[in-house]
Each structure stands twice: as structure tokens, then as C-alpha cells.
């Protein structure tokens, strides 16, 4: 009879790290629904501390159940998954944070709150609240998200953006010879060879000599 294997902790964190980026995401933002929750309970909110708890622990439990029944796929290649990944982030996110958010203030309807997580996910500052009307928690999980979105907009801007030659970030290489520049054309018009018979495609489209 055959063992069953073990996964140790290095197999997890293998694991964790296939996934596609949309679902890490995902349990990142469940977990840090954990914060919120314990300043609600020292606060004395205990509306907004049991939203938080909540949404956290039900997201984690979705996470995990979602994990292990992607375990052992490869992932995507390609662009395309990183950018679905990417889409859905902008898109799905704000409505996994904004549950929480609701069941704290019910006076307000879905659509503000989930224009308000998109707001602060994508770092643009727009409000639909009054500083007055929101608590303490409330203020703290939109600084959160607002951080997140952040550091989001760095990951995506060096991992996903960068490798595929978009945005300002892309990498340029300098060539040893003649000051060529690979990756951008005007490496290839500020190069002595640009105006002569060299093209990017390195190949003789005329000759200077005569």
C-alpha cells in the first residue's frame, strides 16, 4: 500500500506562489480584514469589528477551499492571465471590501461603498462620505485600501507591466557597440549606424558608400 505524500511547508509556499494572482490577492485582502476587526473591538465598534471578522474569516475559508482545489494546475502562460488577473483585481476586489464596509454603516447603499473601494483601490481620492459620518474603523479600512491599492499599482507596474515592455518602466539595454539601444526606436535614431544602412531588424537596407 502506497504512503500518502506530505507537503511540507516548502510545497505550500510553492503552491501559494502558482496560484493564479487574482486568488492571492484575494486571501491577502481577506487577511488584512483581521486589522479593522481588532481596532473595532479596542474601539469599542463592535458593529464594525464583527463585519470585519466576519468577511475576513469567510474569505480566508473561500481561499482556501479555492487553493486546494487549484492545487496542482499549472499556471496560465503567457500575458493574458497576469492581465485577466489584473482586471479582475480593479474590478472584483472593491466588491469583496466593500461587504464589511456596508454591514458597519447600513444607512448607505451598495453602490456608494463599492465607489468608494474603487476609489481608494485605485488611489484616486474621490469620496462619497463625509469625514463625520464614517467611525474610526471605517476611516482606517480605507486608508488600507487605499496603502494596498498602492502597492498594487508598484507589483503591477514591475512584475506584470515591465516584462511586457509597457509603461514607463520597461527595461533598455545598451549595446556595446555603435550606443544601440534594444527595446526602444530611439536608441536606434540617436545611433551613428541609424542613418546609414542599419535598421532594428540588423539588417542593410542601403549602403552609404556610393
Excluded at 492581465?83 to 466588491?95: E, M, T
Aim: contains cysteine; proline residues 7%.
Amino acid at each position: 500500500m502506497t504512503q500518502p505524500t506530505r507537503i511540507g511547508p516548502t510545497g505550500i509556499r510553492r503552491e501559494i506562489v502558482q496560484l493564479p494572482l487574482f486568488l492571492q490577492l484575494f486571501g491577502v485582502s481577506a487577511l488584512s480584514m483581521i486589522l479593522p476587526s481588532i481596532h473595532g473591538l479596542v474601539m469599542n465598534d463592535h458593529l464594525a469589528s464583527r463585519a470585519f471578522l466576519y468577511a475576513g474569516l469567510l474569505g480566508l475559508v473561500a481561499f482556501t477551499l479555492i487553493a486546494i482545489a487549484h492545487a496542482g494546475r499549472k499556471p496560465l502562460d503567457g500575458a493574458l492571465g497576469p492581465l485577466l488577473s489584473l482586471l479582475s483585481a480593479f474590478v472584483l476586489l472593491p466588491v469583496f471590501f466593500a461587504v464589511p464596509f456596508l454591514e458597519a454603516l447600513p444607512t448607505t447603499r451598495f453602490v456608494n461603498v463599492y465607489f468608494e473601494m474603487v476609489s481608494a483601490l485605485t488611489t484616486t481620492g474621490a469620496t462619497m462620505f463625509n469625514p463625520e459620518r464614517l467611525s474610526d474603523t471605517l476611516h482606517l479600512w480605507r486608508a488600507q485600501v487605499g496603502w494596498m491599492g498602492g502597492l498594487l499599482m508598484w507589483v503591477t507596474a514591475s512584475a506584470i507591466l515591465a516584462p511586457l515592455h509597457l509603461g514607463a518602466l520597461r527595461s533598455r539595454r545598451r549595446l556595446s557597440r555603435g550606443g544601440l539601444m534594444t527595446g526602444s526606436t530611439r536608441g536606434w535614431a540617436a545611433s551613428p549606424r541609424a542613418n546609414g544602412c542599419c535598421a532594428p531588424p540588423k539588417r542593410c537596407c542601403r549602403s552609404t558608400s556610393g
